[in-house]
């Protein structure tokens, strides 16, 4: 069976051989992209439906959790807008952490990310994740080298825990380019309509790029695993980063082999007495 061509090989890790604004397993542009994007979308809606109805009918426990990782403005709210906008929002579960609150530093740091897994027949999105502990800490050198190692093994076990209990984990690290990620921030600061999104903080992670990218690189290295792999997802074309999502959500829902819930009720019977209140009008 063929890898998928954004599937993280295992072994050590070098994003600078993973070329940020290829198009791995697409051959069109801009156009053709946001066509089969669209295409796909009552696909994904269908699939997605069903598993929100087996969800609140059958007890059953299954689920997704899209996980979304990246450099500042590599795509996340793209993604959430472009991609998992085109299902139901009522299935759909987002999730954005920021910086830890008090309360959150008194506990482990799986604690609020617990609090934000999907409920079975979910799809759950995590804008930034678990990884922002192991990334920021070694960056900011917030936590040692034991502790970053516990926090990799226990992401590696609490991840295990979530596919045991019937949740498909699909880790996706939008991998950008610095000079994309200037462009980008340029852009911002170029339009009024956009100044909301700039955040003068940005430039203080851009100005440790290399850490970050080595930061990166050690936990996709130390978190690539079978029952999660990560898949590293080339996003310098906003384009292809939306759809090489959607593709990736889409195979996800279809390997679980969903179906409707059978009716818990008599079909003909209910059908039958509706019928005899029309004709008894």
């Not at 579960?93 to 604690?111: C, Q, Y």
């Not at 917030?142 to 209990?165: G, M, S, T």
Request: charged share 30%; glycine share 8%; net charge negative.
């Amino acid at each position: 069976m063929t890898a998928h061509p954004l599937r993280l090989p295992s072994g050590p890790v070098d994003l600078d051989q993973i070329p940020s604004g290829a198009t791995p397993g697409f051959d069109g542009g801009k156009k053709k992209a946001k066509a089969a994007l669209f295409a796909m979308g009552d696909d994904l809606a269908d699939l997605q439906e069903r598993l929100f109805a087996e969800g609140r009918t059958t007890g059953s426990h299954r689920r997704v959790l899209l996980v979304l990782q990246g450099m500042d403005t590599s795509g996340k709210g793209g993604v959430l807008k472009h991609t998992v906008g085109l299902v139901d929002p009522q299935g759909v579960r987002i999730t954005s952490f920021k910086a830890p609150t008090e309360e959150e530093l008194a506990h482990d740091f799986l604690w609020r990310i617990r609090k934000g897994v999907p409920q079975p027949g979910y799809v759950g999105v995590f804008d930034r994740s678990h990884y922002e502990d192991v990334l920021i800490g070694r960056v900011n050198g917030l936590a040692d080298a034991a502790e970053l190692e516990r926090r990799y093994d226990a992401i590696n076990e609490f991840e295990q825990e979530l596919v045991d209990d019937g949740c498909v984990v699909l880790k996706c690290m939008l991998h950008i380019s610095k000079d994309t990620q200037k462009d980008r921030l340029l852009r911002r600061l170029d339009r009024p309509d956009k100044h909301w999104k700039y955040n003068p903080g940005d430039l203080s992670a851009r100005a440790k790029w290399d850490a970050y990218r080595e930061a990166y690189a050690i936990a996709l290295e130390r978190t690539h695993t079978d029952h999660a792999p990560w898949y590293v997802v080339p996003s310098d074309h906003k384009w292809f980063r939306n759809l090489a999502i959607g593709q990736l959500l889409l195979a996800a829902l279809r390997g679980m082999d969903l179906h409707w819930p059978p009716a818990d009720f008599d079909v003909d019977a209910e059908r039958a007495a509706l019928l005899a209140e029309d004709d008894g009008s």
